[in-house]
């Protein structure tokens, strides 16, 4: 009979918490792996806004999360980066939210210079292929910049080398941008300074530099590792400054001097590349000078030398103008009789032009407008009477009715009465055109006739049948002659001489007055 009332199996198991297996597990686990190296490739590379990195070592069969923190990353020489194969230095833990172990990764290193090259290799190809080291795309350094911008440490023997170098070639001015030229902070440090010099604004309170040197001693391809970064690569393709890259020694080769516009082996080199030597400078002017010196002489000297061949050849100053003078006084002594001569001509042309301006002429001439004039008149008023009586028989001959027939007679007689007040306008300015040229003729006739010459004080003598006298002879043979005034005639008794008359003189041509301005008469 059992004592106590209880079927189930009793036993002495513990009950753990989760905590407790937990940590159990962890304290085994760091226990046996405190401090490990574990060789892998790397997975995804995810990287917190707090700093800390997350990513994954894995091989063909595993894949251990691994996680350093943001201390641990800032002191890493090489970060990793996915696909490369590395040996990540540090411990194994767990992580008890996920109950999961992973690996805290103090260093990392390239599992060999092997895989480092060829990711070298892969990322060079890569920029390659976007055309960043492209020899076409490079610019030519200042043969002499006024300011040189050095991208490198401020602590490390190659400053001081490139400003000692700097100064015994050709001092200038150095604007030195520090900067950490191995381990994370490097790729991010250059990038900032290569573009903090391309955005100073020239002539601005700091000055632009002509020309850019980025600068670091040799070491390891790991220590030369943040030079092959692809943002150092992308920034010095970029920069619009000209770019001397000067990375490592002679033998060291990264891809900012494949991006670079002109590579140097060493920082020294890259300053003499910068500048040129002032005391080559110096010489090569002098020389230069005293050449352009010898040369100036020796032209004005050849020069002085030809023109005076040239002058020895010339002829004397009097027999190059003796010809134009002979021919100078030549035309200047026909110059009076041609002078003369013209003005005889033109005097009988004037001549010959005022004679048909006879008063007799232009009577004749007004008198056959008048008459051409009147037959006109005359023909006017039959010809508008014909026009009329054709008119009126049209209209009688039209066999129309009354209404038709007062209807055409309206719309007909605005078109009459126009054409009579036009043709009465007409004849009327016909008329009084005619009546002006008249007039024109008739005030030219008085112009020219004999009492126009009695009102300037002369004379008309005429004899006992009223004809002009124009002979002294004739007039003195009369016993009485009429003398013509300007406002009247009386008679007078010519006077008689003892002095036998002088024979008659052959008359003077006299020059004719120009008739005055009538305008025109036609």
């Known amino acids: 009979m059992d004592l106590i009332d209880d079927n189930e199996p009793g036993t002495n198991a513990h009950d753990f918490t989760v905590s407790e297996i937990s940590g159990a597990v962890k304290r085994v686990i760091e226990g046996e792996f405190g401090r490990v190296r574990v ?12 700093g800390h990195m997350y990513f994954d070592l894995k091989d ?16 890493m020489t090489v970060r990793p980066e996915e696909g490369m194969e590395v040996i990540a230095t540090g411990r194994l833990t767990t ?11 103090e260093n990392v290193e390239p599992a060999g210079a092997g895989a480092l090259m060829a990711m070298l290799e892969a990322r060079k190809a ?29 602590t490390g023997a190659v400053i001081r080398d490139i400003l000692h170098r700097l100064a015994d070639r050709f001092p200038r001015r150095v604007i030195v941008w520090p900067v950490a030229v191995q381990g994370e902070r490097c790729p991010a440090d250059v990038v900032r300074a290569i573009e903090g010099f391309n955005a100073l604004v020239p002539g601005g309170p700091v000055p632009r530099p002509d020309v850019l040197i980025v600068a670091r001693g040799g070491g390891s391809i790991e220590d030369l590792w943040g030079f092959n970064d692809e943002a150092v690569v992308r920034a010095a393709a970029a920069s619009d400054i000209p770019l001397i890259s000067a990375v490592g020694h002679e033998t060291d080769t990264t891809l900012i001097d494949f991006a670079s516009d002109l590579r140097a082996p060493t920082p020294t080199a890259a300053a003499e590349l910068a500048v040129p030597v002032r005391a080559d400078l110096l010489a090569q002017v002098a020389n230069l000078g005293a050449r352009l010196e010898r040369a100036g002489k020796g032209a004005v000297q050849t020069r002085g030398q030809r023109l005076r061949d040239l002058g020895r050849a010339l002829p ?15 035309v200047a002594g026909r110059f009076a ?8 001509r033109k005097r009988l042309a ?24 009147d037959r006109l008149g005359t023909r006017l008023a039959p010809a508008l009477q014909r026009g009329i009586d054709r008119r009126g028989e049209r209209l009688a001959g039209l066999r129309l009715n009354r209404a038709r027939l007062l209807t055409d007679i309206a719309r007909a007689r605005p078109g009459l009465t126009t054409l009579n007040a036009r043709i009465s306008a007409a004849a009327h300015a016909q008329l009084q055109r005619t009546r002006d040229k008249l007039g024109a003729l008739d005030r030219m006739h008085q112009s020219l006739g004999y009492r126009e010459t009695l009102a300037r004080g002369f004379a008309v003598l005429r004899g006992p049948d009223s004809t002009p006298l124009t002979r002294t002879e004739t007039a003195r043979a009369l016993p009485r002659l009429t003398i013509e005034l300007r406002d009247g005639q009386f008679d007078a008794a010519p006077l008689q001489s003892d002095t036998p008359p002088e024979p008659p003189r052959k008359p003077r041509r006299v020059k004719p007055a120009p008739p005055p301005d009538q305008g025109s008469l036609f």
Do not use: M
Not at 95 to 105: E, G, I, T
Not at 133 to 152: C, H
Not at 316 to 330: H, I, K, Y
């Open 39 to 50: 060789r892998g490739e790397v997975g995804r590379v995810v990287v917190a806004r707090t």
């Open 60 to 75: 063909d069969r595993a894949v251990i999360a691994a996680i350093s923190w943001k201390g641990q990353v800032a002191r």
């Open 95 to 105: 992580f008890a939210p996920q109950s999961k172990y992973q690996l805290q990764v």
């Open 126 to 154: 890569k920029l390659a292929a976007e055309g960043l080291f492209d020899t076409a795309r490079k610019r030519p350094i200042p043969y002499l910049p006024q300011v040189v911008g050095v991208i490198t440490s401020p």
């Open 316 to 330: 004397r100053l009097e027999a190059l103008l003796s010809g134009p003078a002979q021919r100078f006084d030549l």
């Open 337 to 344: 009789g041609s002078l003369r001569a013209l003005a005889d």
């Open 350 to 373: 004037l001549g010959q032009a005022s004679a048909g301006l006879r008063p007799g002429t232009l009577t004749s001439r007004a008198t056959s407008r008048s008459e051409s004039l």
